[in-house]
């Protein structure tokens, strides 16, 4: 799946080249000023140069540095206004079920959930629980239940039927083959219900079923 071009990559783009545009200004203005007083220490007395030419430049040079901190102001407010858009159209999802594009869920009340697509009948499907340390907790063979959308629900139990405690983050990786052995590829997503939004280095996260997971990989929601 095309990974979605976020609008904070686009603002860390924009802000990149309006800094590298200040720091050239600044250097360019520096050797203005240095040339301007060579120039001006080294004129004839006889013959002084027009000084005017040299106020016009520099008038110009102050008025793009300006234009440089203005589109700076300007890109923060765009900034800090597509923050609160982002929590303010992430709140409307707490006390909803969502759907999330991804592979990982977090045990709770004994149980773990994961939504998966198949693109076509498989005549052999096994799937597997792994822990956030790469190990297999849980693995088995489940009947196939032909293509499209399917779900799985853990037990939570390992493979020695023991109870796993609540609280932890798990993988399913799903192994399928079709009848003439060829691979298939599953796409995986998780359902929980939202119960809270915040920041999280610029970027709108949902804690959904415990799990904190971007409000751009969300592909589903109902009440």
Do not use: C, R
Not at 69 to 86: A, D, E, K, P
Not at 115 to 125: A, R, V
Not at 166 to 194: C, E, F, R, V
């Amino acid at each position: 799946m095309t990974a979605p071009v976020s609008s904070t990559t686009t603002n860390a783009a924009a802000n990149n080249t309006i800094n590298s545009g200040l720091a050239s200004i600044a250097n360019n203005y520096q050797t203005f000023l240095s040339l301007l007083t060579t120039q001006l220490a080294n004129q004839d007395p006889l013959s002084p140069m027009d000084t005017t030419q040299f106020t016009s430049q520099l008038t110009q040079m102050t008025g793009v540095e300006q234009q440089l901190l203005t589109n700076q102001l300007l890109q923060q407010l765009v900034n800090q206004s597509q923050t609160s858009n982002g929590i303010e159209n992430a709140v409307g999802l707490i006390g909803k079920t969502v759907t999330v594009d991804g592979s990982s869920a977090t045990l709770s009340g004994g149980t773990a959930t994961w939504n998966f697509n198949l693109p076509s009948t498989p005549s052999s499907l096994t799937l597997s629980v792994v822990d956030s340390s790469h190990n297999v907790v849980w693995t088995g063979a489940v009947q196939p239940n032909g293509s499209g959308a399917q779900s799985f629900t853990w037990d939570g139990k390992n493979q020695s039927g023991q109870q796993v405690a609540d609280g932890g983050t798990y993988t399913l990786t799903i192994a399928a083959k079709d009848a003439s052995g060829q691979t298939i590829t599953p796409n995986t997503s998780l359902q929980g219900s939202a119960t809270a939004v915040q920041q999280v280095g610029g970027q709108t996260m949902v804690t959904v079923g415990g799990a904190q997971v971007p409000l751009s990989s969300i592909v589903g929601v109902s009440s």
